[in-house]
Structures are given as structure tokens and as C-alpha cells.
């Protein structure tokens, strides 16, 4: 599989430091110039839209080319790393890289709880649901200013901010949901910024796999829901994209392992396919040799010191990635997702994300003028 390292300057921060430069917002990153040009000619509504998942190589295996999304591709964009909605997400929700917001994946480990926590649900790794503590942690010791807030700022609130998700206010269950709240907004007097998001195709294909024909139908339902929107919005710039792409994968369990798990201090965080590893004093040379071993083909094992060295993460120094990404940073390269242990909704996956595959870091930037 062609590995593919993130590309900060063209990327999902790149777009949406070009979203805060077109308000005056503040941004310590680069921009897209050709986007630039694009505001250039101004517009009443901006509205950015994010489909969990829908990478490049999704669109190229289930929409036609000629069809509304791939006639409207602007560029292809690098995802972030990790490539998994926590990181990218609050990357486009912040305007930060993941080096600077923090947000790596879906679970890290917090000295103050001293328990692995699973970020968006504030929840204990691999406990069922068990609140962390009675406070969101995550929010506490990770707090980011957001994309809105710094809008607002910038524009003294005459440009007027609206988040239409699942998670927002407007609790949308449904595409039809999000596209029509959208219409109804543009609809709306005075300048807007937008930013719409919803959970699939990402969770199809997780379930059914890429190539699926679960996740084709989404795929094509979301492009004609999208296009007739769009037919109705005057004076409004529809940005289209995604947080990251997705590969199909092979489920390896680390319990299965028992020689590594012993080396560990604590079970492994952030994601299947971008692993942190805290390993017991005196064994990290045992522990390299079993993991490569056994994992060597389909993982790059870096250390700490390598991976900060590389800026995986991007430009930036937050105060806990150092401790979060562990001893070890395992990144997957292959098809391999090693999971923590045996569960029911790990073996059902069927594909993944957070690794450095093409077919993972790969999305597009689809223009609607």
C-alpha cells in the first residue's frame, strides 16, 4: 500500500485558514491560494460541509465522474495524523494542527484520572460506557478556541455562525436534515459562515467495508440531497470535504499477544491504527523486537523522540502530546488494525482509518460557487 505523510500545506488546516483569512480571523498557518482567489469574489453565505469518511478513493470507487461531486473536485487535501475524526474534526473546528489542539484520536491517557478516555464521550476505554469523571476531561485540560468564536471575534458578530450536526443544537438525524437546515439559514439575512457535518459515509463503510453497496447507496443519496441544495442557495460558496478517507482491514487482537502485553504499563491509546505505547522500565528493547515481529509489515514503530522529530502531527507544541503519544508510536501502514482486545463491535469492522495509507490521508476539496 503507497504510503502517504500528511501534508500541512495542503491540507484540511490549509481550507479552513483560508475559511479565517477570508474573515480576518487569526490563523498562524498557511492558506490555499487558489481557495484564496475564490473568496476573492465574495459571498453573502460560506458554508463548509464535512461527510465523516468520503475520501478520494471513495468517491473514485462509487460516483460517477461526471456526477456533481468528482465535476466539482477543486484539489485533493491531505488529512491531518492521526487520519480519524477526533484530530481532523477539531482541526477544522479549531484551525489548529493536532501538534497545537492536542485532540490526537479517540481515546488518550490522562495522568489526572490515570485512565485511557475516550475524548468525544468523555467514557473509559473499553469499560461499556463508564463516565471518566464528573466533569468532561477532555474539555477541562484540552480546551480549544473554535473556528465560530474566532469568526465572531474577527467580524465584531456582524458575519453570523451556525454549526448544523448531529451534536449541535439542532440535533439532526438525518442528510435531508442537514441540507434543508442549511437552505433555511442561507435563506436568512446578513453574512454567514456555516459548518455542517454528518457521520457518513464513515459509518457504512466501518460496518460493510468500502467496496460495500450500502455504502455506494449513501454515497450517491448524500451527492443528490447535496446537489439539489445547492440548486436553491444564492450568493453562497459550498466547500465540500472530509476529515479522512478509508481502507479496508484485518483485525488482529493485542490480547492475543500475551509476550507484548506484558511489556506494557497500560493498555494502548489513541487509535487501532495509530497506537500509543507505554512500555515498562527495562524492556524497550524486548518490546521493539516482539512488535516488529509480529507487526513489522503492516506498522512503522517510531519512537517518541521520531515521531515529534517527523511532525506527524504538524507545527506546534501543546504541552500534552509529548505524553500522550507514550514510549512508542505505532502507525499502520498495511492492512492490519490491531485492536486492544476481542469486543463485538471490533470484529465487525470491516474497514478504518488513522493510518498513513493513501486511501486514508486523502480527501477532497470540492468547490460549489
Request: charged share 20%; net charge negative; hydrophobic share 40%.
Amino acid at each position: 500500500m503507497k504510503i502517504k505523510y500528511p501534508d500541512y500545506d495542503n491540507s484540511i488546516l490549509s481550507l479552513i485558514s483560508s475559511v479565517l483569512k477570508y474573515y480576518g480571523a487569526e490563523s498562524g498557518h498557511k492558506s490555499l491560494p487558489t481557495l484564496d482567489e475564490v473568496f476573492g469574489h465574495g459571498y453573502q453565505n460560506v458554508v463548509l460541509m464535512v461527510f465523516d469518511g468520503m475520501g478520494v478513493n471513495i468517491l473514485e470507487k462509487h460516483l460517477h465522474k461526471n456526477g456533481f461531486f468528482r465535476s466539482h473536485v477543486f484539489a485533493n487535501l491531505s488529512s491531518v495524523f492521526p487520519s480519524t475524526t477526533t484530530a481532523a474534526l477539531t482541526t477544522l473546528e479549531s484551525g489548529l494542527s493536532p501538534a497545537e489542539h492536542g485532540w490526537l484520536g479517540w481515546s488518550l491517557y490522562f495522568e489526572e484520572v490515570d485512565k485511557n478516555v475516550v475524548l468525544f464521550l468523555n467514557t473509559i476505554q473499553g469499560s461499556g460506557g463508564v463516565p471518566a469523571a464528573d466533569y468532561h476531561v477532555a474539555n477541562r485540560y484540552l480546551p480549544v478556541r473554535r473556528v465560530w468564536e474566532k469568526i465572531g471575534a474577527a467580524t465584531a458578530n456582524e458575519v453570523q455562525t451556525f454549526i448544523v450536526s448531529p451534536y449541535s443544537q439542532y440535533k439532526i438525524g438525518s442528510v435531508e436534515g442537514i441540507v434543508n437546515t442549511v437552505k433555511d439559514i442561507c435563506a436568512q439575512s446578513g453574512r454567514k459562515y456555516i459548518y455542517a457535518y454528518w457521520t457518513n459515509p464513515d459509518n457504512d463503510l466501518h460496518l460493510e467495508g468500502t467496496d460495500s453497496e450500502e455504502a455506494q447507496n449513501e454515497l450517491i443519496f448524500i451527492e443528490e440531497q447535496v446537489e439539489a441544495m445547492c440548486a436553491e442557495l444564492e450568493d453562497s460558496l459550498v466547500i465540500i470535504t472530509a476529515d479522512h478517507g478509508m481502507t479496508d482491514i484485518e483485525n488482529k487482537y493485542l490480547t492475543d499477544y500475551p509476550e507484548i502485553q506484558k511489556m506494557l504499563v497500560r493498555a494502548p491509546s489513541i487509535e487501532a491504527r495509530a497506537k500509543a505505547f507505554f512500555v515498562k522500565q527495562g524492556y524497550h528493547a524486548d518490546f521493539e523486537k516482539a512488535f516488529l515481529k509480529e507487526f513489522g509489515s503492516d506498522y512503522i514503530l517510531m519512537k517518541n523522540s521520531e515521531a515529534l522529530k517527523n511532525r506527524l502531527f504538524g507545527t506546534g507544541n501543546h504541552p500534552r502530546v509529548n505524553g500522550f503519544i507514550g514510549d512508542y508510536l505505532a502507525v499502520a501502514v498495511g492492512r492490519t488494525n490491531l485492536e486492544n482486545k476481542h469486543s463485538p463491535l471490533a470484529q465487525t469492522l470491516k474497514a478504518s482509518h488513522a493510518g498513513l495509507t493513501e486511501e486514508e490521508m486523502i480527501v477532497p476539496l470540492i468547490v460549489i460557487t
